[in-house]
Nanobody, 124 residues
Framework: QVLLVEAGGGLVQAGGSLRLSCEVS????????MGWFRQAPGKEREFVAA????????SYLDSVKGRVAISRDDTKNTVYLQMNLLKPEDTASYYC?????????????????WGQGTQVTVSS
């Protein structure tokens, strides 16, 4: 059984920072792409960031570029999402996703395993 457990969410003021983590068990993340998505109340789930198997290729939602960084530590089987200069519009539940492929994708349908999410709330 593959489990993804997110952590690090919380309440933060606008301009603040949070570091989300996603620890995977049941399968190694080595040689697999990983992604982060988010969903705000009343909105569809949207892509935030993704990283390929080697960590040398990343992709970001335009509205978070320059403020957000995805990284991976295969020795810890964990993926991270560093979020800086947070804005109220970043408020959402953030989900980690595991893809059984080396290449990253922005398409949520192409990720096979998902975490339960961690809530990020940014106050103005």
């Amino acid at each position: 059984q593959v489990l993804l457990v997110e952590a690090g969410g919380g309440l933060v003021q606008a301009g603040g920072s949070l570091r989300l983590s996603c620890e995977v068990s049941g399968r190694t993340i080595y040689s697999n792409a990983m992604g982060w998505f988010r969903q705000a109340p009343g909105k569809e789930r949207e892509f935030v960031a993704a990283i390929n198997w080697s960590g040398h290729d990343t992709s970001y939602l335009d509205s978070v570029k320059g403020r957000v960084a995805i990284s991976r530590d295969d020795t810890k089987n964990t993926v991270y999402l560093q979020m800086n200069l947070l804005k109220p519009e970043d408020t959402a539940s953030y989900y980690c996703a595991f893809r059984t492929s080396r290449d990253l994708t922005l398409n949520s349908q192409e990720y096979q395993y998902w975490g339960q999410g961690t809530q990020v709330t940014v106050s103005s």
